[in-house]
């Protein structure tokens, strides 16, 4: 069988099963919670944020607009939707031991190597289109709803202007960002789901790794210190960095400039060389796996 026959026979599987659809919809509805919250008590929420700045700065303009709220959006959804990605990778291989058709699968003439990359494919396939389901609802509605203007990120002791002809180009790159650290989970529960027979395990040993790292990373103590930097819950937010500009002598921002470049593309680097590691480990792990047992 082609690699790519094999691909769209897993993606037909994935999006066969009504569960698929939970992730699907449950961002719809928690984005779209967000934007009627926000619509309805927006400007004292911002109000509230600005009142530090209001004394010395007279801020004008759409405030509350499309490109913040995507922003706030993507803060508080990216954190919640490594377990809807989980939902399914961690479902790829111990799904198929769990109904005793990854024997019959094996009968057929394919490597095994070949069965993981298309599965993983697939599984990776959903993941991206999970991700720009978001951002159409996150940015594409926003903006339809709140309209747009330059954006006013608040920070806790500083506020960052960005013109709003200088954003989109930012939000293209934070999504793909997202996508290499939400394919790194997938590739954590998928690389999971080869030790198991049912998906719950996978699913709940995912989420389980990302809240013990994601302490770790809060845990401001010596002796994480040296781990914390190769922890792939530490660069998972990195796509923030997009957001942050540097500015000229005049206190203006440079269009088109990012503060700390290297450190974004230092953390899309780790995250990919985790997403390298798991796919190969689990080549190999699958290679000697013993389905008869």
Do not use: C
């Amino acid at each position: 069988m082609k690699f790519l026959n094999i691909v769209n026979i897993e993606l037909y599987k994935i999006f066969r099963k009504p569960r698929t659809y939970i992730a699907f919809g449950a961002v719809a509805a928690i984005v779209g919670l967000i934007q009627l919250g926000f619509y309805a008590d927006g400007d004292s929420y911002m109000q509230f944020g600005l009142q530090s700045f209001t004394d010395s700065f007279d801020i004008q303009g759409n405030i509350m607009n499309g490109y913040l709220m995507a922003y706030i959006i993507l803060q508080l959804l990216l954190v919640h939707v490594p377990l809807l990605v989980a939902l399914v990778a961690g479902d790829m291989i111990s799904g198929e031991a769990a109904q005793g058709t990854l024997r019959v699968l094996l009968t057929k003439p394919i490597r095994r190597s070949t069965l993981i990359l298309a599965k993983f494919t697939a599984s990776g396939i959903y993941t991206i289109a999970l991700l720009l389901w978001m951002a159409v609802w996150a940015l594409g509605i926003s903006m339809l709803v709140f309209g747009v203007d330059d954006m006013l990120i608040l920070k806790s002791d500083s506020a960052t202007q960005i013109m709003a002809s200088d954003v989109m180009w930012r939000y293209l790159a934070a999504f793909v960002f997202a996508a290499i650290a939400l394919l790194t989970v997938s590739a954590l529960s998928f690389f999971l789901s080869l030790f198991a027979e049912n998906s719950i395990g996978p699913i709940m040993a995912t989420m389980s790794i990302i809240i013990v790292f994601t302490i770790l990373n809060t845990l401001d103590l010596p002796i994480f210190s040296s781990l914390k930097p190769f922890l792939f819950t530490s660069h998972m937010l990195g796509w923030k960095g997009f957001f942050d500009v540097t500015v000229n002598e005049n206190n203006e921002q440079i269009i088109g400039s990012i503060e700390n470049l290297r450190a974004v593309l230092y953390s899309a680097g780790i995250l990919f060389l985790h997403i390298v590691g798991f796919l190969v480990a689990s080549i190999l792990i699958f290679r000697k796996k013993d389905i008869m047992s």
